[in-house]
């Protein structure tokens, strides 16, 4: 379990980007971070890791208080938190299996490593893991040969070769074509409910938080102000978290030709005379 106690970041510069983050994250939840671009999203991530240094708080990670790590046991804490990025983080001119094992620099030294000398296990793992996420077929391939949603497969599986047991994932879904960005939000979901694994997900496509996250929590300007399940995210809630805006995506249904002839003269000339603009492209 993941719990942040208090938790704030506040940059050189005075700017906040956390103010007191309260969340406890169970075992096996995949909860969604949503907010505007600023809100702290991936500061909160990188906290966690501590990629980024939290300024005030407390964070811990099952008995583990990760805030009061450095040096070797910060190295080994970060074993167990699998993080996946947004620009995947790959290094194009290795293969896929290659980077996939990449994600076991952290138990292995450092000239097996630059050797590429990895264990049996490890290297077998890797084959179920590519086979997992759908790549078997390009274990060879270079990773600067793959598609955007190929890339991202290979950044999971790189991720869950370290054995975690949480998942921090950063916009996993920002450069990908709507089909992708289902497939690799759904592949996420189901590779956590597979292996009990927490996950906070940044996103910014709300649609894809509330189908595939069990939480949603809402940044604005560094403070949550909306921690609950998908069904609670109304209108009004995301006005509250990103401000002022029709959140009603739902068309207007077509009229029908009986209906646009009950409407008043001026009315059905008004629309009679855009339809003939858009059908002559606005030519005069």
Known sequence: MLTLSGVGKRYPTGDRALNEIEVTLPKGQVMALIGPSGAGKSTLIRCVNRLVEPTEGNIRLDDVELTSLSGHK???????????????????????????????????????SFLRRYPQTAVAEAFRLLERVGLAH???????????????RVGIARALLQSPKLLLVDEPTASLDPKTSRQIMR????????????????????????QFADRIVGLRAGEI??????????????????????????????????????????????????????ATGGAS
């Open 138 to 152: 390009a274990i060879d391939k270079r990773a600067d040969a793959l598609s955007g949603g190929q890339r991202q």
């Open 187 to 210: 592949l996420i979901r189901e590779l956590c409910a597979e292996r009990d694994l927490g996950a906070i997900i940044n996103i910014h496509d709300v649609a894809l938080a509330k």
């Open 74 to 112: 910060l190295r080994q804490a970060r074993r167990s938190m699998g993080m996946i990025f947004q620009e995947y983080a790959l290094v194009d001119r290795l293969s896929v299996m290659e980077n996939v094992l990449s994600g076991r620099l952290g138990y292995v030294g450092f000239w097996r």
């Open 225 to 278: 102000v909306f921690d609950g399940q998908p069904s609670e995210l109304t209108a009004d809630i995301l006005t509250t978290i990103y401000g002022e805006e029709e959140w009603d995506t739902t068309p207007e249904p077509l009229e029908s030709d009986e209906q646009n002839a009950t409407r008043p003269a001026s009315k059905r000339t008004q629309a009679s005379n855009v339809v003939t603009h858009m």
